[in-house]
Each structure stands twice: as structure tokens, then as C-alpha cells.
């Protein structure tokens, strides 16, 4: 199935995800085989890990919706008419756009109002706060758009 | 708003959504933002549930989801997983339904190895499933024994789900992983015993077929070959556990990484490989912890709105009796699961669970375990069972979906049965744990 620019930016969004849990595993990995051999290790590993989950969940969360793979329960869909189960796709892709632009808008509250308010995460590492969530806005961006191209154009034939 | 027409409109919003066809997550998380409105204190309320939901997802206790399902991915994609199911081949000849036995041995392997239920499934549906119908196996007899499996899977470390669970219900990850392997070796042992007893009795079901004998050492060889590397790391992340060099999330780490070396050293991993798991990986990850971060919040507003205290005072105050409230738990667990995924009957469940669980003094690893066993039974059971789908994707289209169904009936009786035994025998599921871990 031929992918366009849209397409290939979805996938490289599940691409990158990928590349973050395996910079992760090796991360984690050498951190543990280093305290155990008393090798040098860089401090603050268990931090970036949680940092990376987070990230790869929020660039995964776009190529899901556009691959189809996010769990859905087809309870009223196995028994509609093609033509109703499109409309209905549609409606939940509606649904889909409201909930992600509300929370694209609030996540750039929530950045605006950290930044305001100056706080900052002091663990391993010392940084803005309103930094953790600049992945926030930009996976529910994504999602809006998806959903809206979803509205718009109908279920697609998943290709991921 | 009384606490219960709290809940009825709560649940009744989710269901509504849900059966609309949103994404689970979306689902959760619509309601959560009308949920905020209305019980966090409006706007900071929706800025809540920004903050809530990232924060539940940067969480060092999650990260082994990711990792153990790279360790199974990695394995199917370089097609390591295919060398040990013919390794297991060799070995098992003369045994009656000698290709359902290696799915279940097979399987029991992988579920060592893979965090991933669906992709054990998939695996070995798509290998052995063709291969036992072109043979002459009785469908029921084929399929029965690979969704079976996949669900034991969740049992057996590592396991994503478990990790998940314990995380959300704040059970020792480590204490979790380690009681679900005896109940998961018993099952396995229970569905070996069955498929052997009935090709026994009925060698219609699994018809025996002349194969080319191997002999002596050359018979043994591919078992020492390719399955004894993955048992050791299997061993690799239960040692680390259990011994305290690193914590669930390390030893997963270490998992996958000995994954990787053992699948180079087999030269059988390529670039594509890689990343090909490495997506697989950020697919199935990225399902449950976007539902994560779609449900956080859905237990706080709960917990605000009155809904959380008002039910478990209802059961605390009702009389039944322990044993009872733990019967209707897992009742309700079991009649979810033919209807709502493995995650989102954690998140809806566990906000009322964990608290009964302490008023009750139920040990948690028992009752972990006990719930991981219905959870693995809600991706046997029809209508929705996740396995169930699997087995229908890879299955011939011959194949009905009424037989699939009656494939799988006689290990959701087993899994019933191993529900009772640790019901009754706690050991079962505590006895590893206090002798590794002393938990």
C-alpha cells in the first residue's frame, strides 16, 4: 500500500519509539553489568530510562492510531453493514480529535505554567520541569491531526 | 452526586465510549477529562490529567514492559525461535499429538524468554498450526494447545503484564514475577498430561506420521544448541532478580541484551531483524502505556468522587464472608475478561481491589497470582479473548470461529482448575518467592 508524507512521518514516529527503548536497553543494561564489574558508568541512567519510556510511549502513541494497532473493542462494529461501521469509525474518530486537541491545549498550559512558575527537577540530573512534558503537546498535536485525517478520508487499510 | 450514581455514570460513560469503537485509551481518557471537570476542580483539574498521564509513564518500575517484549521479538524475528521448535521436534517422536506436545514444551520455553503473549501466539500458530492440519490433526486438537500456551505465558517470567500489574497494584515486581512460575509449569504439566492422555485414547485426534529418524547425539544436538542458551536466560533474569544484583527493570535489560548476543552469536540477526523487533517492541509497549496514561487519572477522579470508598465500604460492611468478597473478585475478573482487555480491567479494577485486598489481609503475591490467572483466562475466553483473534488471524479460513472456541474450552477448565488449587493451596503461588526471596 502506497504511503504518503503523512504516512512516513507516522512511521518514522514509530521508528524513532523503537530506537528509544533500544538505546534504553543498552543503557540500562551496561549500567547494571558496570556496578556489578566495577566498570565506569555515567550516573543518572535509571532517570533517562524513565525519561525515554516516556518519550517512546508518547512518539509511538500517533503511528499507533494511524497503523490501527491501538486496542479497540469492535463489540458494535462485527455486527453493523460496512457503510454504518464507517460512519461510526468516523464518529469515534471525532471523538478521538475533541479529546486530542483539549489535551494538545493543555499540555501547552501545562509548559506555560511551569515555565512561569520556574520549577525544576532535581534528581540525577537538574532541568526545567516544563521540559519532561514538551513531548505532551506535540504526540496529542499528532494524534488531532490523525484523527482529523481519519474524519476526513475514512479507515485506511493498515499498513505499518 | 451520591457515590453511586457517580460510578453508573462513570462506567456508563466508558462502556458507552468503548462500545462507540474509540481506542481504550481514548476512551479513558474522555472520561477523564469530563471527570476533571466536574470532580478535580475544572481547568487545573484538565491540567491534571496532562500531568498525571506523562508522570505514569515516566516510571522506572514500567520499564521492563518494553524490554521483555524485546527479548520475544528479537527471538521471532531472527527465527532463533523456529531452531528450538525443530530442536524439540527431534527429541519428541514417539509421543501421542507429538506436534501439540512441542507446542505447549515450545511454548513453556518461550514464554521464558518472551514477554510478549500475543506473539508466542502468533509464532506458533503460524508455524505449527499448518503443519498439524496438513498431517491430519483434529483442528480442535491443534489450535487448542498453541492459545493455551499464550495465555500461561503471562504466568511464566518474564511477563509485561505482570510487571504492569505489580507496578499499579503495589506488589513486589520481583515477589510477582517469581510466584506465577509454579502455577505455570503446573498448567503447562496439566495441558501436556490432557493432549497425551486423549491422543491416547483417540489417535484420530493427532494421527501419527513417519518422520526421518534421528539418532544418537545428532538427536540431542539442537536441544544443547538452541534451547539450553535461551533457558539460560531465562536463568540469567531470575538469578539477577532474585539474588539482588539488579532490580526487574536491570534484569530485564540484561534479558534482551543477552537476547541480542545469543541471537548474534547464532549469526542470525540482521539490521532488519533488529529493527523490525525494535518496532514490534514500540507497538505492543506503546499499546499498554498509552492505555496507562489514558487510565491514570480514571482512578484518582474514582477516588475523588466518592465512587472508590463508597463500593469498598458497601463490600466491607456487606458480611460476606473473606473467602466470599475474594470468590465475587474474582468473578467479576473473569466476566471482564470476555470483555475488556488485559490493561484496562487492571486499571478499572485494582483501584477498589488493593484496598479490599489490605482489609482482608489477603497476601499479595497470592493474590496476584490469582488475578493474573484470570487475566490469562480472559485471553482464552470468548467473545473478545485477545488469543482468540490471534489464533482467528493466522488459522486457515476453513476453520470456524465456533471451533476456535471449542478448541480452547478444555484449558480454560484447566486454567479454572489451577484458579481453585491456588485458592486453596496459597504454596502454590507463595512457596518460590519465600524460598528465592524470602517474601
Redesign the interface.
Known amino acids: 500500500m502506497k504511503v504518503g508524507a503523512w504516512g512516513r512521518l507516522m512511521q518514522v514516529c514509530?521508528?524513532a519509539?523503537?530506537?528509544v527503548?533500544?538505546v534504553?536497553?543498552?543503557l540500562?543494561?551496561y549500567?547494571?553489568?558496570a556496578r556489578?564489574l566495577r566498570l565506569p558508568s555515567p550516573g543518572g541512567i535509571?532517570?533517562a530510562?524513565?525519561?525515554g519510556?516516556?518519550l517512546?510511549?508518547?512518539?509511538?502513541?500517533p503511528?499507533?492510531?494511524w497503523?490501527e494497532?491501538?486496542?479497540?473493542?469492535?463489540?458494535?462494529?462485527m455486527s453493523l453493514s460496512p457503510a454504518a461501521w464507517r460512519r461510526?469509525?468516523r464518529?469515534?474518530a471525532l471523538?478521538?480529535l475533541a479529546?486530542s486537541a483539549?489535551?494538545a491545549w493543555?499540555?501547552v498550559?501545562?509548559i506555560v505554567?511551569l515555565r512561569q512558575s520556574g520549577a525544576v527537577v532535581m534528581k540525577a540530573f537538574t532541568f526545567p520541569e516544563w521540559w519532561?512534558?514538551v513531548?505532551?503537546p506535540l504526540c496529542f498535536g499528532l494524534l488531532g491531526l490523525e484523527a482529523a485525517r481519519q474524519v476526513l478520508r475514512g479507515p485506511r487499510v493498515a499498513s505499518? | 452526586m451520591t457515590w453511586w450514581v457517580t460510578l453508573t455514570a462513570l462506567f456508563g460513560a466508558l462502556t458507552m465510549?468503548?462500545?462507540?469503537?474509540?481506542?481504550?485509551?481514548?476512551a479513558f481518557?474522555?472520561v477523564n477529562?469530563v471527570g476533571a471537570l466536574l470532580f478535580l476542580g475544572g481547568?487545573p483539574g484538565?491540567?491534571q490529567?496532562?500531568?498525571n498521564?506523562?508522570a505514569s509513564?515516566?516510571?522506572?518500575s514500567?520499564?521492563p514492559i518494553?524490554?521483555f517484549v524485546?527479548m520475544g521479538e528479537i527471538l521471532f524475528h531472527t527465527g532463533v525461535a523456529m531452531k528450538a521448535i525443530d530442536a524439540f521436534d527431534n527429541v519428541i517422536s514417539r509421543v501421542p499429538g507429538r506436534l501439540s506436545v512441542i507446542a505447549i514444551v515450545a511454548g513453556t520455553v518461550f514464554s521464558a524468554i518472551s514477554g510478549s503473549t500475543i506473539a508466542t501466539t502468533a509464532l506458533l500458530g503460524g508455524l505449527l498450526l499448518p503443519q498439524m492440519l496438513k498431517r491430519g490433526y483434529d483442528p480442535k486438537m491443534a489450535m487448542g494447545p498453541i492459545m493455551a500456551i499464550g495465555g500461561v505465558d503471562m504466568l511464566i517470567p518474564p511477563s509485561a503484564i505482570t510487571v504492569l500489574l505489580g507496578s499499579l497494584a503495589g506488589i513486589s515486581i520481583t515477589g510477582l514475577l517469581v510466584a506465577g512460575v509454579v502455577p505455570g509449569i503446573l498448567l503447562s504439566a496439566l495441558f501436556v498430561g490432557w493432549i497425551v492422555v486423549r491422543c491416547w485414547l483417540n489417535p484420530a485426534l493427532a494421527p501419527a506420521f513417519e518422520q526421518q529418524a534421528v539418532v544418537g547425539w545428532e538427536r540431542w544436538r539442537p536441544l544443547l544448541l538452541y534451547v539450553t542458551p535461551l533457558v539460560a536466560i531465562f536463568v540469567i533474569v531470575i538469578v539477577?532478580m532474585s539474588a539482588g544484583?539488579?532490580t526487574p527493570?536491570?534484569?530485564a535489560?540484561?534479558g534482551?541484551?543477552a537476547t541480542v548476543a545469543v541471537c548474534v552469536a547464532y549469526r542470525s540477526l540482521s539490521w532488519k531483524a533488529?529493527?523490525d523487533s525494535?518496532?514490534?517492541?514500540?507497538?505492543i509497549?506503546?499499546?499498554i502505556?498509552?492505555?496507562v496514561?489514558g487510565a491514570t487519572t480514571f482512578s484518582q477522579i474514582l477516588s475523588f468522587s466518592g465512587g472508590t470508598n463508597g463500593l469498598v465500604t458497601l463490600v466491607q460492611g456487606s458480611g460476606l464472608s473473606p473467602l466470599g468478597v475474594l470468590l465475587v473478585m474474582m468473578a467479576i475478573l473473569l466476566v471482564l475478561g470476555c470483555?475488556?482487555?488485559q490493561?484496562?480491567t487492571m486499571l478499572i479494577t485494582l483501584p477498589f481491589y488493593m484496598p479490599l485486598v489490605q482489609h482482608f489481609g489477603f497476601d499479595p503475591l497470592w493474590f496476584g497470582v490469582m488475578y493474573l490467572i484470570c487475566m490469562q483466562l480472559g485471553l482464552l475466553t470468548p467473545p473478545?479473548g485477545m488469543l482468540l483473534f490471534t489464533m482467528r488471524s493466522v488459522a486457515p479460513p476453513s476453520i470456524t470461529t465456533k471451533q476456535i472456541y471449542a478448541a480452547v474450552t478444555p484449558y480454560v477448565l484447566f486454567g479454572l482448575l489451577m484458579l481453585g488449587a491456588v485458592m486453596a493451596v496459597p504454596g502454590l503461588a507463595t512457596w518460590l518467592p519465600k524460598l528465592l526471596l524470602g517474601k
Do not use: K
Request: hydrophobic share 60%.
Open positions: 514509530g521508528i519509539a523503537g530506537l527503548i533500544g534504553m536497553t543498552v540500562v543494561g549500567d547494571v553489568l556489578n535509571a532517570e530510562s524513565e525519561y519510556l516516556a517512546a510511549t508518547l512518539l509511538a502513541a503511528w499507533l492510531l497503523s494497532q491501538h486496542v479497540r473493542l469492535d463489540l458494535l462494529q461510526l469509525y464518529a469515534a471523538v478521538c479529546i483539549v489535551l493543555y499540555s498550559a501545562v505554567d519532561v512534558y513531548p505532551a505499518s | 465510549l468503548l462500545g462507540l469503537g474509540l481506542p481504550v485509551a481514548f481518557l474522555g477529562l481547568e484538565l491540567m490529567v496532562v500531568r498521564g506523562v509513564v515516566t516510571n522506572f514500567l520499564t518494553p524490554f524485546l539477577a544484583w539488579a527493570t536491570e534484569s535489560a540484561l534482551a541484551l533488529l529493527l525494535l518496532r514490534g517492541t514500540a507497538a509497549s506503546g499499546m502505556l498509552f492505555i496514561i470483555f475488556v482487555d490493561v484496562s473478545f
